[in-house]
C-alpha cells in the first residue's frame, strides 16, 4: 500500500518543519508534499531543503484549490492520500500508523483523524465538529470522484464528508491523543485571528449552502 502525505501551508514557517519531519521519518508514508498556497514566508524554502516536494502557488487558492494541487503532484501509483495540517503541534509517527490501521486490515476506505487530550480549546471543537478535521486519510481513486474541490477553500472538508456520504464509503474516527494545532488568533494576533476565523467560518458556510 503506498501512501502520499499533503500539506496544505499558507505562511507556517513556525510549524511546516516539525511536521514534515515526522511524516518524512514514518515508513508509512511514501511521498511527502507540501503545497504552499501563495506563502509569503518561508514555508516553501524549510520543507524543500527537509526533502519534501514542494508545490508553490503563485497565488493562494485557500485550502481546498491547494489539496487538489496536492493531490495532482502525488506519484500516480498512490493507493491513498493522507492530508495532514501545517500548523500541528505534537505530531508523531504513531499518529500516523493509527490514522492508517483501519485502512490496513481492510476494515474501511478512509479514516478521519480526531484530537484527544491535545488541549482544551482544539479538543473542544472537534468534539463540536469533528467532521472539519484536516487530518484524513482517503483512497486517490476516491479523490477522482470529488465535486468543487478546487473552489471550497475552507469546506474542503465538507466536501470530502459529501464524497464518502454520497458513494456510501465505510469510514472511522481515529483517535489522535495529546495532538493539537495552533490557533489562528495565536497565529496573527487577537483581532486579526478572530477575523481570519469568521472568515474561515464564512467559507464552510457557504460551501455548505452552495452544495
Known amino acids: 500500500m503506498k501512501v502520499t502525505a499533503i500539506i496544505p501551508a499558507y505562511n507556517e514557517e513556525k510549524t511546516i518543519a516539525s511536521v514534515v519531519r515526522v511524516l518524512l521519518s514514518s515508513a508509512s508514508i511514501d511521498q511527502v508534499i507540501v503545497v504552499s498556497d501563495g506563502s509569503t ?8 531543503k527537509l526533502g519534501a516536494r514542494v508545490v508553490d502557488l503563485p497565488e493562494n487558492l485557500g485550502k481546498g484549490g491547494a489539496m487538489l494541487a496536492g493531490v495532482k503532484y502525488a506519484d500516480a501509483d498512490a493507493d491513498y492520500i493522507m492530508f495532514i495540517d501545517a500548523d500541528l503541534i505534537g505530531l508523531r509517527r504513531d499518529h500516523i500508523d493509527n490514522m492508517l490501521a483501519p485502512i490496513k486490515t481492510g476494515e474501511v476506505a478512509a479514516t478521519l483523524g480526531i484530537f484527544k487530550k491535545g488541549r482544551v480549546s482544539t479538543d473542544l471543537a472537534q468534539k463540536i465538529a469533528p467532521s472539519l478535521s484536516g487530518q484524513r486519510v482517503i483512497a486517490t481513486s476516491l479523490l477522482e470522484l470529488v ?10 472538508e465538507l466536501a470530502l464528508n459529501r464524497l464518502l456520504e454520497e458513494n456510501q464509503v465505510k469510514w472511522a474516527k481515529v483517535e489522535l491523543p495529546e495532538l493539537t494545532q495552533v490557533l489562528k488568533e495565536e497565529k496573527l494576533g487577537f483581532v486579526k485571528g478572530f477575523w481570519a476565523r469568521l472568515k474561515m467560518y464564512k467559507e464552510i458556510i457557504t460551501y455548505f449552502i452552495r452544495s
Open 147 to 156: 465535486k468543487d474541490l478546487d473552489v471550497s477553500r475552507f469546506g474542503a
Open 41 to 48: 514566508d518561508s514555508t516553501a524554502e524549510i520543507a524543500g
